[in-house]
């Protein structure tokens, strides 16, 4: 069972819209994971239009790879180092920690994750 960032089992990101390089639900990870989409958020539409911009098109639904499209609010495991990216440029989008895989430490400081952390009390 992979752990998440505080060291407990992973906890479901997902499943509606079904998110997860795996697509079950979790960002767990695998050896075929290049992008490490290990970072459980809650997308808003500033990280939305920031990903668009580095070229990685999330709102726009694809059928055919059974992508339906985000939107503000959906829940969503995204890359480490998107998601980095997105803190360094002031757009990051809040963190499930609980659902945050812990290889993104690898990419991410516990710290920055934890700053936009929507799951701790």
């Known amino acids: 069972m992979p752990n998440n960032v505080l060291g407990e089992p992973l906890e ?14 979790s960002c ?3 050896e075929q994971d290049a992008g490490s989409h290990t970072v459980c958020v809650q997308v808003t539409n500033a990280f939305l239009d920031f990903s668009m911009q580095q070229g990685n ?16 609010g ?8 998107r998601w980095k990216e997105a ?6 989008p809040r963190v499930a920690l609980r659902s945050t895989h812990e290889k993104a430490l690898e990419t991410v400081p516990f ?5 936009h952390a929507i799951d701790l009390n």
């Open 74 to 81: 959906d829940r969503w495991c995204v890359c480490a180092a």
């Open 28 to 30: 767990e990870t695998g």
């Open 111 to 115: 710290d920055n994750l934890k700053t």
């Open 12 to 25: 479901t990101c997902s499943m509606e819209p079904l998110t997860g390089w795996t697509r079950n639900g």
């Open 57 to 72: 098109d999330l709102s726009t639904p694809m059928p055919e790879y059974g992508f339906p499209g985000l939107k503000e």
């Open 87 to 92: 803190f360094e440029a002031g757009c990051a």
